[in-house]
């Protein structure tokens, strides 16, 4: 559906998200030479409203097609973009984008399902192909992609095997807003002792739901500190997340891509458990992937 040569002169790539949405003009070398974010994720768009959001990223960024991931291929967004199962690639992502329009394609997601599991992700394949196509991270390796829903991917020839969500964030956003730790936990999070005594915690015994109970009684008696309390309960939740990734047997070094502040977490976790870890900056990544799943529409 779409044509090649106005894709070839350049496009517009979005990362829209549940709550906020990243925008980029794309050139026709490939490289970003504009964007925007704001908080138009796709819950505050009204029924019907999506024809206008994508105008308004137009006004901004110009009139050129529009390559779109993440939740706006989810059944909350604008069209629904099934999901692609493993193993997938570049290739097969950009073999079953979606239309919305004639100059609106959406990426799908991807989905696993194997060993008595099912498992599914948006917008994080894009970040974790683009590392790959970058040349950014071993093709046959295993990856961390921290966030709401942490994603580890087994990377095989440089497509995604297979892969496992661990609800860590969630989880910790939600005992910081409704559990009995809450009034503990709204300090900053740091990779400090607290932080690395949680993760040596849930490394050495499978006891998270006790060990959580545990944050408040070990302030209620004196035997640990209250503004320690939200860096070790995030080294508890962030530890057994690491356990899980690291039964997977592939590779030595870890790479951890997403924000920052989320990796540098993961890659004190990893640490702790005595492996390596890199870690990528999932913008670097998404832009490093969506050129190449454009080069491919034709």
């Keep these: 559906m779409g044509n090649s040569m106005r894709w070839a002169d350049g496009f517009i790539a979005v990362d829209w998200g549940t709550t906020n949405r990243r925008a980029y003009r794309i050139d026709a070398s490939g490289k970003c030479v504009d964007e925007f974010e704001d908080h138009k994720g796709v819950l505050a768009v009204a029924p019907g409203g999506f024809p206008a959001a994508v105008a308004e990223i137009r006004q901004r960024l110009g009139d050129h097609p529009l390559l779109l991931a993440g939740?706006?291929?989810?059944?909350?967004?604008?069209?629904?973009?099934?999901?692609?199962?493993?193993?997938?690639?570049?290739d097969e992502l950009a073999q079953n984008l979606v239309w919305a329009g004639d100059r609106e394609a959406i990426v799908p997601g991807v989905s696993y399902v194997g060993n008595g599991r099912a498992d599914v992700m948006r917008g994080e394949e894009v970040?974790?192909?683009?590392?790959?196509?970058?040349?950014?991270?071993?093709?046959?390796?295993?990856?961390?992609?921290?966030?709401?829903?942490?994603?580890?991917?087994?990377?095989?020839?440089?497509?995604?095997?297979?892969?496992?969500?661990v609800m860590t964030g969630e989880l910790f956003s939600l005992l910081k807003d409704h559990s009995i730790l809450s009034d503990l936990l709204q300090g900053p999070v740091e990779v400090n002792d607290a932080?690395?005594?949680?993760?040596?915690?849930?490394?050495?015994?499978?006891?998270?739901?006790?060990?959580?109970?545990?944050?408040?009684?070990?302030?209620?008696?004196?035997?640990?500190?209250?503004?320690?309390?939200?860096?070790?309960?995030?080294?508890?939740?962030?530890g057994a997340d690491v356990r899980i990734g690291l039964t997977q047997p592939f590779g030595a070094v870890v790479t951890i891509i997403g924000r920052p502040d989320l990796t540098s977490l993961y890659a004190a976790a990893v640490t702790e458990h005595g492996r390596s870890a890199t870690q990528l900056d999932g913008e670097q990544s998404f832009l490093a992937g969506i050129p190449e799943i454009a080069k491919r529409i034709s």
């Design 71 to 90: 939740m706006i291929g989810s059944n909350r967004g604008w069209k629904e973009a099934r999901y692609v199962p493993c193993p997938a690639g570049i």
């Design 127 to 165: 970040q974790l192909l683009g590392a790959v196509a970058a040349g950014l991270v071993d093709p046959m390796s295993l990856v961390c992609h921290p966030g709401t829903h942490n994603k580890w991917a087994m990377l095989r020839h440089g497509a995604i095997h297979s892969f496992i969500s």
């Design 195 to 238: 932080f690395k005594r949680g993760v040596q915690q849930s490394m050495e015994h499978e006891t998270l739901p006790a060990d959580l109970f545990g944050v408040r009684a070990q302030v209620l008696l004196g035997q640990a500190k209250n503004e320690d309390a939200a860096s070790y309960t995030s080294g508890l939740l962030i």
